[in-house]
T-cell receptor, first 112, second 111 residues
């Protein structure tokens, strides 16, 4: 069974540009989450989808971040315009039920 | 709000040494507790978990016991190997699907 897949694995962009991260969850997992680890600090929750609906987006840092989940399948996280402080590793996870989150490898975003 | 505090790294030790990574938490109610591990070049993997007080989670020679009286979930392994080199994250959830993580502890095991 395929795991959670994230694209790209690395991205380097200039300040002010737009970047879109993609996550393909495990098939059949209704719950999809985005997390972020900045500067070697703790991994922080960004948002949670149940199917195509945003269940909790309390961790989204500001309106430069937009997450979507088309048809309840894959999800995208767009940062527009990117700022230096957005650099970090963005993790996606999916789960069929609470706590058993399966994580992807992460996307390392560097804004220069 | 809920939070997790784990010992700062990095931790460097020799093969066959004993490893302890301290983790304490602050949360209302009865959270479930987890240890996740990220090996070099890989994603986060669930290492072990405990869902109620006094439960012991174990996997790959690692153990952690859910201590409600001390709000702790320390990770231990009696004899580490080079392949245990990774970043270890303590985390909790209260069943609302949202995980709260500690800052991570980088462990390097030398041959």
């Amino acid at each position: 069974e395929a795991g959670v897949t994230q694209f790209p694995s690395h991205s380097v962009i200039e300040k002010g540009q737009t970047v879109t991260l993609r996550c393909d969850p495990i098939s059949g997992h209704d719950n999809l989450y985005w997390y972020r680890r900045v500067m070697g600090k703790e991994i922080k929750f960004l948002l949670h989808f149940v199917k195509e609906s945003k269940q909790d987006e309390s961790g989204m840092p500001n309106n430069r971040f937009l997450a979507e989940r088309t048809g309840g399948t894959y999800s995208t996280l767009k940062v527009q315009p990117a700022e230096l402080e957005d650099s970090g590793v963005y993790f996606c996870a999916s789960s069929p039920f609470p706590g058993e989150a399966f994580f992807g490898q992460g996307t390392r975003l560097t804004v220069v | 709000g809920d939070s997790v505090t784990q010992m700062e790294g990095p931790v460097t030790l020799s093969e066959e040494a004993f490893l302890t990574i301290n983790c304490t938490y602050t949360a209302t109610g009865y959270p479930s507790l987890f240890w996740y591990v990220q090996y070099p070049g890989e994603g986060l993997q669930l290492l072990l978990k405990a869902t109620k007080a006094d439960d012991k989670g174990s996997n790959k020679g690692f153990e952690a016991t859910y201590r409600k009286e001390t709000t702790s979930f320390h990770l231990e392994k009696g004899s580490v190997q080079v392949s245990d080199s990774a970043v270890y994250f303590c985390a909790l959830t209260k069943g609302d699907y949202k995980l709260s993580f500690g800052a991570g502890t980088t462990v390097t095991v030398r041959a």
